[in-house]
């Protein structure tokens, strides 16, 4: 038996974490859950909306799976996400993006890893009131995080079998900082002779990924550009609902879908549970357990292609009843 962290956030949280938890459950999956919470219901019995024991709970059982967590805006808290990434220094984000069976979206075969770098750039916080009328964000960059970052890009394309690396950048305008990922991302390049090696900036990358998706496969970027080109890339293959993600470090990952607490459906059993069951099936994988992954993925993948989806994709299903036939193609 496995113990994994499950952070279960607010919002559409606690919706998304159930039905994954229920279809991992269905799988006969040997896991034991150690149930964390964070966020704005925490505050106020806890004073943080990341408690202590939620960094300690992943770092002692090296995975995690994590709903959304809303950070509650203008009352002085870090973001939550950012925070436990910076924390258990995560730094590798991995955002796969690869078309659903039966999910008609405008672009066949796109199949496009976002490899973002999670530590740095204007995530860092820094920043400055100057006087009421200017402020300044700091963007940081760093050689070692940058390196870090281009080496797991690189290997991952590597043992995925994928054959370009595209560092994006806007090293045109940021001179120093782009320009200092970009040298790195270039230095790394040369180590992966195998890999073709391209560098576009970040304005024409989203143009030519809405034009053309299918010229692209490993995307590298520092953390803003990476934070925005994965939600289009989401939008290519069926939006938020459907995008999968991890935070990978050197000792834990995190897994969590890229979508944010949706509050504007929470509470009426709408949410896409596919995001979060798609990002627990790369957890499965991380942790070895690569059939039940497949199993899972698999009856997920049916399930489409029985034309059941949840109202983002135009279905008629709630979370509950989807996740429900998900189960039933387990069965199968
Ligand atoms: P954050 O800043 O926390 O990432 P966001 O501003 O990107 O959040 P989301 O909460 O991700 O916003 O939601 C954006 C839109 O996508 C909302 O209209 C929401 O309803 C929809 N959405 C997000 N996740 C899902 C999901 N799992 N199922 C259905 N709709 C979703």
Redesign the pocket.
């Known amino acids: 038996m496995r113990t994994i962290t499950l952070i279960q956030g607010d ?2 949280g606690p919706e ?1 974490t159930e039905a994954v938890v229920k279809v991992i459950d269905a799988a006969g999956c040997d896991i034991d859950w150690d149930l964390q919470t964070a966020g704005a219901d925490v505050i106020e019995k806890e004073g943080t909306p990341l408690p202590e024991r939620v960094l300690d709970s992943v770092r002692k059982n090296g995975a995690a799976l994590k709903s ?4 509650p805006i203008g009352k002085g808290f870090r973001s939550v ?1 950012v925070a436990l990434r910076k924390e258990l220094d995560l730094y590798a984000n991995l955002r796969p993006c690869c078309n659903i069976p039966s999910v008609k979206t405008r672009y066949d075969n796109v199949d496009i890893v976002v490899v973002r770098e999670n530590t740095e750039d204007l995530y860092a916080g820094v920043e400055e009131k100057i006087d009421d009328n200017t402020a300044h964000s700091i963007k940081i960059i760093t050689r070692q995080a940058s390196e870090r970052i281009a080496e797991f890009a690189f290997e991952y394309a590597l043992k995925n079998n994928r054959k370009q690396v595209s560092a994006v950048t806007k090293a045109n305008i940021c001179k120093l900082s782009d320009g200092l990922f970009l040298d790195a991302a270039r230095s790394v390049a040369e180590k992966y002779p195998q890999i073709q090696y391209r560098e576009i900036l970040v304005d024409n990358c989203c143009m030519q990924l809405v034009q053309n998706p299918c010229q692209f496969d490993v995307l590298l970027l520092p953390n803003l550009y990476g ?1 925005i080109v994965s ?1 289009l890339t989401a939008g290519l293959i069926g ?4 995008a999968q993600g991890a935070n990978i470090g050197k000792n834990c990952a995190v897994f969590e ?9 929470a509470g009426q059993n ?7 069951i798609l990002s627990a099936v790369e957890m499965l994988n991380y942790i070895g357990e690569t059939k039940k992954g497949l199993i899972i993925k698999n009856a997920l993948f049916n399930t489409f292609r029985q034309g059941i989806c ?3 994709l135009g279905g008629t299903y709630s ?1 509950t009843a989807f996740t429900d036939a998900v189960i039933k193609n387990l069965q199968e």
């Open positions: 919002g559409i998304i959304p967590v809303t950070t996400n934070d939600d939006g938020l609902g459907v879908p890229v979508h944010g607490s949706a509050p504007d459906i709408k949410a896409n549970p596919t995001a979060i949840t109202a983002d979370c």
